[in-house]
């Protein structure tokens, strides 16, 4: 998609350059709101109760298969109609579904689960893979003694680093991945504020799982949230991100696809990618394709409300963009 006042000059990039977001220009065409049909309560776009479009929206709402479940744990303060979160429900029905804490699923008997959320002992999706890389994690993360990562997280975290094999000159044979192999079935995600995540974290019925960390980016959420920085992204981001980075290791990137370019990835991001550039035609969409768009359309609500928000507001005047990275 194209930014819709690209023939006005601005000095910031618009991130959604190229990437695979159907017009949501649409949603500006509905008037008025509707009743949803399941609780009959007042909506505009979706009922953020029901997860479930209303009106005639659903006709024309991008509906998105994934490679893997995303359960979202949501905190009882989190407010519906501010939440992301929801934007995943509604778009992949199928494969999203959000609880609210603490009535959650007890994850400690279910394979193939992991836990979205900077522990100490969190691994990245590449290692998860399989790849040779590790972080570089320097002297605690920066923070002081006795704390570390997953009780202060208060430092972007260092770049991740492909290590040469070391064994003779031949590589190990490389795995090939499916929808029915892949090393994750069930990422979890916690959609609260920094604070109120740590709390949802100490649950016995979450704590054990494995924990995964996310490749630095820069959010393009305009809800401030004071203490944190700018690479603090909104659950639909996190979503979002991740998915890309699973999509990327199992099947690669697609060399002509330049819907990353304008999306503020740590450079360690796209060295990793780089190595899994394919060669493949840009109308190539399948799901174990190389990445080409593939989830692009879970940002469909977030780019609209983008535009509407800087249609009104200066991009340098919004605190949340002037957050520390």
Request: glycine share 6%; aromatic share 10%; net charge neutral.
């Amino acid at each position: 998609m194209t930014h819709p006042l690209d023939g006005q000059q601005r000095t910031r990039k618009y991130p959604f350059v190229n990437m695979r977001i159907s017009d949501h220009t649409v949603l500006d065409t509905i008037e008025g709101r509707h009743n949803c049909r399941l609780c009959n309560r007042s909506r505009k776009f979706f009922c953020y109760s029901c997860y479930i479009p209303v009106g005639q929206l659903e006709e024309v709402l991008p509906r998105l298969e994934l490679p893997l479940k995303i359960d979202i744990i949501k905190h009882k303060k989190e407010i519906d109609g501010k939440s992301s979160a929801v934007h995943a429900a509604v778009l992949a029905p199928e494969h999203v579904r959000i609880h609210t804490f603490p009535d959650i699923p007890d994850y400690r008997q279910e394979p193939g689960v992991v836990l979205i959320f900077p522990s100490a002992t969190a691994l990245t999706v590449p290692q998860l893979f399989e790849r040779n890389v590790q972080l570089q994690i320097g002297d605690n993360y920066g923070l002081p003694k006795g704390h570390h990562m997953g009780t202060m997280l208060r430092r972007r975290m260092d770049e991740v680093e492909v290590q040469e094999p070391q064994a003779g000159d031949q590589e190990s044979p490389k795995k090939t991945w499916t929808l029915d192999n892949l090393p994750i079935r069930r990422a979890v995600f916690i959609d609260s504020t920094w604070n109120q995540s740590r709390g949802i974290y100490a649950d016995e019925r979450i704590r054990s799982l494995r924990t995964v960390v996310l490749q630095n980016r820069l959010s393009q959420f305009w809800r401030h949230q004071r203490g944190s920085p700018r690479w603090y992204l909104a659950t639909i981001e996190a979503i979002h991100q991740f998915l890309l980075e699973v999509h990327i290791n199992a099947w690669g990137l697609n060399g002509e696809y330049r819907g990353l370019d304008n999306l503020e990835i740590t450079e360690g991001f796209h060295q990793l990618a780089a190595p899994l550039k394919l060669d493949t035609s840009i109308e190539d969409v399948g799901r174990m394709a190389p990445y080409n768009g593939q989830y692009d359309n879970l940002l469909f609500f977030f780019a609209n409300m983008y535009d509407l928000i800087h249609k009104y507001y200066d991009h340098n005047d919004l605190i949340s963009y002037r957050r520390p990275i």
